[in-house]
């Protein structure tokens, strides 16, 4: 297989290797060169960790289609984390495959790389410019991408300026866009977190448990939000909480002991006594 033309991906409008790609004309903000023909976003496969001898994890293998909403569900220390380390170049598994689309091999690439391939990454605690608008946030998702502080002078075109629009809109703080980021609520700013993600326009969304702190409210407004994105995105979602899991879970997939458990419907891995045994019987 031929070797991945990072340019390509920084620059997709221009021809790679051109040399002076960072000073053309400059577009949109679209991950290019995922080849999704297959209907796969992401393959891992037989993927061991060990920290000290010990296997966080465990030749995991797990495929998730274009589009899907996948929940991801296992108890503490089971390997989610370190599953998401591992898809974002942050760990090196000692074995294993894993693959964005057909083509992009994402033990390959470091982790700014992963970001700019298409992959967006939600940790835990939310972590946007406290001192900053909401709007201003958003604007800086955009400045602080590689592929656009490329260019000489950053101004917002017309459709970067839609963008922030329309994911206003999307994580529900149009109200909210001159507001300082450090004066909404946790949701919220969970929620901007999420928006400076979606700035960016990742073909793949991984969230760790997003709605840890949240208020019931929050927590359905967070549900419909994640609804909306799939099909567009691709969303890997780990959560503990399963009334959460059940709005939002189309196929759910259980990890332990650092491989997957079991696969199927909420309601299928929920009846499975493995899976009632190791976690929600508990
Ligand atoms: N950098 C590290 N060094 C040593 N051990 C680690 C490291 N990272 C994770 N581990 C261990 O690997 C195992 C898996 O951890 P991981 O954080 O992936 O679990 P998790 O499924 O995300 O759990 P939780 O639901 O509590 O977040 C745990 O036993 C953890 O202590
Ligand atoms: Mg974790």
Known sequence: MAELDWRAIVYPDTEAGSGDAGAAGYGHVRPAGLD???GVALYLDDISVSFDGFKALNKLSLTI??????????PNGAGKTTMMDVITG??????????????IDLLKLREAEVVAAGIGRKFQKPTVFEDLSVQ????????????VRGTLRFRLNAEQRDRIEE??????LHDQAARRAGDLSHGQKQWLEIGMLLMLEPKLLLLDEPVAGMTDFETDRTAELFVSLAGRHTLMVVEHDMEFVRKIAHKVT???????????????????????EVYLGR
């Open 254 to 276: 259980v990890l332990h002991e650092g491989s997957v458990l079991a696969e199927g419907s909420l309601e299928q891995v929920q009846a499975d006594p493995r899976v009632v």
């Open 136 to 147: 201003d946030n958003l604007e800086l998702a955009l400045k602080a991408d590689k592929r």
């Open 167 to 172: 994911v206003l809109g999307l994580i529900g």
């Open 90 to 103: 942050k760990t090196r598994p000692d074995e294993g495959q894993a693959w964005f689309g057909q083509t």
């Open 36 to 38: 999704t023909s297959h």
């Open 65 to 74: 289609g274009v589009g899907e909403l996948r929940c991801i569900i296992g």
